[in-house]
């Protein structure tokens, strides 16, 4: 299993960090596995926001470059999302998964910016 945390209620500007952390059958895979964080936002399709490959290189949507960082920790099993200067429309509900071959989907966590 793949579990987000990490989120919570913020006001515009502030920061928030996420952990995915693997388990059960993926544990012993993650290492060689590409991930991703990915958001949800109420009637909206799920978007990948961030990702980061076995070699470390990460990729961004757009509309998060320069604010978000990803990161992973393959001694720990766990992937990481720096988010700063959060803005209301980065509200969502937030999940990480394998970039390809999808693990199902987790529960997330929920992220909620007031303005």
């Known amino acids: 299993q793949l579990q987000a945390s990490g989120g919570g209620l913020v006001q515009s500007g502030w920061s928030l960090r996420l952990s995915c952390a693997a388990s059960?059958?993926?544990?012993?895979?993650?290492?060689?596995?590409?991930m991703g964080w990915y958001r949800q936002a109420p009637g909206k399709q799920r978007e990948l926001v961030a990702s980061i490959i076995t070699d470390g290189n990460t990729n961004y949507a757009s509309s998060v470059k320069g604010r978000f960082t990803i990161s992973r920790d393959n001694s720990r099993k766990r992937v990481y999302l720096q988010m700063n200067s959060l803005k209301p429309e980065d509200t969502a509900t937030y999940y990480c998964?394998?970039?390809?071959?999808?693990?199902?989907w987790g529960q997330g966590t929920l992220v909620t910016v007031s303005s």
């Open positions: 998964n394998f970039l390809t071959d999808a693990r199902p």
């Open positions: 059960g059958t993926i544990f012993s895979v993650f290492s060689s596995k590409d």
